[in-house]
């Protein structure tokens, strides 16, 4: 039974900020993210009689919002095969590592990350690593790190041919963030 929610001519003006934001953060693209959004809402216009009212309407569109994304970065890995900055990891300058396998770099100045976390500017820090990762490394770290996605799931959505491929893939993508954020915010202490 089809449940009473809003006018889909108010959906737009009622959830679309919401839906562009929470696309944006994910695809980092403001031309896709609002593409993103127009499919979500046609999307949901075409389901709304199936729409039954066990989550709110803003849920609702937020969780085809979610699949219209997962589709986009399908789409997106089958159109071109993306290469990684595999540079970094035979780069001597970059070696983060001494010879026994421990971190060259002094961990101390970690030592609180709550209270890091909870820094405007280390958030932004953060945006901006994210943003010089390789693209597909960037969408592995907002599925992995901010959507919770598990490994199996990241590795279908991202058609990553295997397991062991996607633990490389998230190594590097750590390694890298490390050694952005030991520059631009650890460094800075």
């Known amino acids: 039974m089809p449940h009473k929610g809003s006018a889909p001519e108010q959906w737009l003006d009622k959830y679309g900020d919401v839906l562009y934001r929470f696309s944006l953060a994910r695809v980092r693209a403001p031309d896709v993210a609002e ?107 907002i599925l992995r790190e901010v959507d919770g996605m598990e490994s199996e799931e990241l590795r279908q959505t991202l058609s990553i041919s295997t397991l062991n491929n996607l633990w490389v893939m998230m190594s590097r993508m750590r390694t890298q963030l490390r050694h952005c954020l030991d520059l631009n915010w650890f460094g800075q202490k």
């Open 35 to 141: 593409d993103l959004v127009q499919e979500t809402l046609l999307a949901a216009l075409k389901a709304k009689e199936n729409y039954a009212g066990q989550a709110s309407e803003r849920t609702w569109l937020i969780g085809i919002l979610k699949h219209k994304i997962m589709d986009y970065f399908r789409k997106a890995t089958k159109e071109q095969a993306q290469e990684y900055d595999d540079g970094l990891a035979n780069d001597p300058e970059n070696d983060f590592f001494d010879e026994q396998g421990n971190w060259s770099i002094d961990l101390a100045s970690w030592s609180n990350p709550d209270k890091v976390l909870e820094q405007e500017q280390f958030i932004r820090v953060l945006q901006e690593c994210i943003d010089r990762l390789p693209p597909r490394l960037a969408q592995l770290f």
